[in-house]
């Protein structure tokens, strides 16, 4: 009978749920179903994607209601948001830009929600602020989205953005007075705004729009935004007398930018389509400002779209881009703009077959500071000018390394570096010591009490992916911890866009190696840049799948390797990220025991018909293409959720997904529509005993700005989230 009795008990732990959810009804509609090239696929959700109507609000409040009170029985949830917040009290510092004599930074004290702008008139000079974006909003979501000085330093140019929405407003001021211009541009976003060197006004794209709300640029109402145009704006009259500079009619979805060259001589246009790379055409600006008028002659440079280019510096018109035509690596050219034809392109820098040129700055007139990347770490080059003299090497600590301004006059530069383990630092060149191999000064760093980064250590592995394929990884822990299958452990990915994963460092990663003994992981898997455009293109497109296997590669090479289980092991990722997470878990249910997705694309085969979703098409594809529709169809997250067919007992992992309301970059639908799938399918079955939960932030965005008080709540939900459904233990 006692052996009964304990046979039963086991049963019951087994078969009863660890959790009891009573997800919501959500309504279904059946009838909405779409053929894509004979295909028809149902879409029952799709009126969740009216943002504002009556019925997806209280969707969003009855989702909001089932996760908080899950997240809020976390027994550590106190001892999360004192950490994180300890964590994020100190000096931080953001970009630095200097005009003339003056130095331009962004810097925040403590936990002061979004960072102001301050100047210095000199090196070491009292910083004086210039703007304080924590009072233009009670809730400290108003954010400068960036700054551009006048070549002189003596006027100023700055983008402010709302609620996190990507659309900003452009500004102007005095620097010696502080006096603030009435000129207001609106309708912009993806914007430069470069300074004509007579201080008479900016060039600047805008869009030009259909929208039911003029004045609100943060309306959760989707909006369809077309034909980028290029203007002139003369400081001190209204935007509606602005001059049309450039504008493609024929193709009204490129986009279009202008630089201004150092020399202030030319103006740079740039248009790039949804693919990615662009054209390069120039206007003369001397004969454009004596008569200001519209449409001036274009001049074309590059004339197809086959790369993509960035601009170094220039004498005369002879100019110097970094591109990967011809150079998965990356590699500089000069161009002679008399004579723009690739044929007689000069190869000033040519491309390494085993580094990756990450970045090219002009400085001290005749020299260049390079920055390669070789196995995901950084290396700091100073070249001469022409390419043919290397003088200096710094070999970097893995990490993020980025030049901060570009002066190529300047006698001194400055770069950044932060990893993991390290919060930002700012070191700098200075070229009047030694002409050709200067000194690596700290010039600012920001510390933090209670965190010492000497106690953790940062490691690179390599592991073998499905194919064979060799990829690395970060690891970052305790350098005491004590490392097996109770450890618990974060992965994080992205692997899109060309775009590199490099250490940073993040308060919250910090609180998960410190206060939950945790390992913390960075996947360098393909889709991302880390090994230039071949690892790139080697995870986009009909290859996508590569990415998720990459991931789960990762994820299997943790656990056989004894840093953690599957039951301890989460995985994280935001925005292309969130999409591998959510693809993941319907792929790999087994293998994860927590999953936390942030503003993900999670339906790929609607992604185009949403704002800023046409340029996407570069990574995943089009779904007005058969062959690729049918790829995309095979991982969309929205579209595969389902138990696997060969086991009944696998569950999908504790889950939770993050959207914002404002978020009009990957609009929050497709956060709500996945999880209102995954509840319908899994919830309700006895085998899914894991939480299946959304959490919505009102007022905020993708995650660009988003304030220092909302940063925190949020980790406070993520990590409460982890520990509850993992059951970790958290040290004080």
């Known amino acids: 009978m006692k052996i009964y009795f304990l046979f039963?008990?086991?049963?019951f732990r087994l078969y009863t749920p660890k959790y009891n959810f009573d997800y919501p009804d959500v309504r279904r509609d059946e009838n909405q179903v779409e053929d894509?090239?004979?295909?028809?696929?149902?879409?029952?959700?799709?009126?969740?994607?009216?943002?504002?109507?009556?019925?997806?609000?209280?969707?969003?409040a009855a989702q909001n209601a089932l996760t908080m009170p899950y997240l809020r029985e976390c027994p550590h949830r106190d001892g999360i948001r004192q950490s994180v917040t300890s964590l994020t009290n100190y000096t931080k510092f953001g970009s630095m830009k200097k005009k003339g004599n003056r130095y331009f930074f962004k810097q925040s004290n403590g936990l002061q929600n979004q960072m102001s702008l301050f100047i210095q008139e000199s090196l070491n000079g009292e910083p004086r602020l210039l703007l304080d974006p924590n009072k233009l909003s009670p809730d400290g979501t108003t954010t400068i989205v960036d700054f551009n000085p006048s070549e002189d330093g003596k006027l100023l140019a700055y983008k402010l953005s709302e609620k996190g929405s990507d659309w900003v407003r452009l500004y102007f001021m005095n620097v010696e007075t502080e006096e603030k211009f009435t000129d207001k541009m609106n309708e912009t976003k993806f914007t430069r705004a470069d300074w004509t060197h007579d201080n008479g006004g900016v060039f600047y794209s805008k869009y030009f729009i259909i929208k039911k709300n003029t004045e609100n640029l943060t309306d959760t109402e989707s909006e369809e935004t077309w034909k980028q145009q290029l203007y002139y704006h003369r400081l001190g009259t209204n935007q509606d007398e602005d001059?049309?500079?450039?504008?493609?009619?024929?193709?009204?979805?490129?986009?279009?930018?202008?630089?201004?060259?150092?020399?202030?001589?030319?103006?740079?246009?740039?248009?790039?389509?949804?693919?990615?790379?662009?054209?390069?055409?120039y206007i003369n600006l001397v004969e454009f400002l004596k008569i200001l008028q519209p449409m001036p002659t274009m001049i074309p440079i590059v004339e197809n779209f086959e790369a993509e280019y960035y601009y170094v510096t220039n004498d005369d018109k002879f100019f110097l881009y970094l591109t990967n035509k011809d150079a998965p690596n990356w590699k500089i050219v000069g161009i002679n703009f008399d004579n723009p034809q690739d044929l007689f392109w000069e190869e000033v820098i040519p491309e390494d077959p085993k580094f990756v040129l990450e970045w090219a700055v002009p400085v001290n007139h005749n020299k260049l500071v390079l920055s390669y990347l070789k196995d995901v770490k950084s290396t700091i080059q100073i070249r001469s000018l022409d390419g043919k003299d290397t003088f200096a090497t710094y070999p970097m600590d893995p990490g993020t390394t980025y030049g901060l301004y570009r002066k190529r006059d300047d006698t001194e530069f400055f770069f950044?570096?932060?990893?993991?383990?390290?919060?930002?630092?700012?070191?700098?060149?200075?070229?009047?010591?030694?002409?050709?191999?200067?000194?690596?000064?700290?010039?600012?760093?920001?510390?933090?009490?209670?965190?010492?980064?000497?106690?953790?250590?940062?490691?690179?592995?390599?592991?073998?992916?499905?194919?064979?394929?060799?990829?690395p990884m970060f690891l970052s822990h305790k350098k005491k911890a004590v490392l097996g299958k109770k450890t618990p452990c974060?992965?994080?990915?992205?692997?899109?866009?060309?775009?590199?994963?490099?250490?940073?460092?993040?308060?919250?990663?910090?609180?998960?190696?410190?206060?939950?003994?945790?390992?913390?992981?960075?996947?360098?898997?393909?889709?991302?840049?880390?090994?230039?455009?071949?690892?790139?293109?080697?995870?986009?497109?009909?290859?996508?799948?590569?990415?998720?296997?990459?991931?789960?590669?990762?994820?299997?090479y943790l656990i056989d390797n004894n840093y953690t289980s599957s039951e301890k092991l989460s995985i994280h990722g935001s925005s292309n990220g969130g999409l591998l997470v959510a693809a993941c878990l319907n792929q790999r249910p087994d293998l994860y025991g927590a999953a936390i997705g942030h503003v993900g694309v999670m339906d790929v085969v609607r992604f185009n018909h949403f704002p800023a979703g046409e340029s996407w098409t570069s990574d995943y594809g089009s779904p007005q293409n058969v062959t690729q529709f049918e790829y995309l169809l095979k991982y969309s997250p929205l579209h595969n959720v389902r138990f696997p067919e060969s086991d009944n007992t696998t569950q999908y992992?504790?889950?939770?997904?993050?959207?914002?309301?404002?978020?009009?970059?990957?609009?929050?639908?497709?956060?709500?529509?996945?999880?209102?799938?995954m509840q319908h399918t899994l919830g309700r079955d006895k085998r899914q005993r894991n939480p299946l939960l959304l959490l919505v932030q009102a007022d905020a965005g993708h995650g660009a700005g988003k304030p220092t008080s909302k940063r925190i709540e949020e980790y406070t939900d993520m990590y409460s989230f982890i520990c509850k459904s993992l059951d970790l233990d958290f040290e004080e």
């Open 8 to 11: 039963a008990t086991l049963l």
């Open 36 to 60: 894509y090239h004979g295909t028809l696929v149902k879409d029952p959700y799709r009126w969740l994607e009216n943002l504002d109507s009556s019925e997806t609000k209280k969707f969003v």
């Open 243 to 281: 001059i049309l500079v450039v504008e493609f009619p024929d193709n009204p979805k490129w986009s279009c930018n202008g630089e201004v060259s150092h020399d202030g001589k030319y103006l740079m246009v740039y248009a790039e389509d949804e693919l990615g790379p662009v054209l390069i055409h």
């Open 416 to 471: 950044a570096y932060e990893s993991v383990l390290t919060p930002k630092r700012v070191y700098r060149l200075d070229f009047t010591e030694h002409e050709k191999s200067p000194s690596l000064q700290l010039y600012r760093e920001s510390v933090i009490p209670g965190f010492n980064s000497s106690d953790y250590v940062l490691t690179q592995k390599f592991y073998v992916s499905k194919d064979g394929t060799k990829v």
């Open 490 to 556: 974060l992965l994080y990915g992205y692997g899109g866009f060309n775009s590199i994963a490099l250490p940073s460092f993040s308060p919250d990663q910090a609180m998960f190696m410190k206060n939950f003994n945790g390992v913390y992981a960075i996947a360098n898997i393909r889709g991302g840049g880390e090994y230039g455009l071949n690892w790139y293109n080697s995870g986009r497109l009909l290859k996508k799948q590569n990415t998720f296997d990459d991931f789960h590669a990762a994820a299997k």
């Open 653 to 677: 992992p504790a889950t939770l997904l993050f959207t914002a309301d404002h978020d009009d970059r990957v609009v929050p639908s497709h956060s709500y529509k996945l999880i209102a799938e």
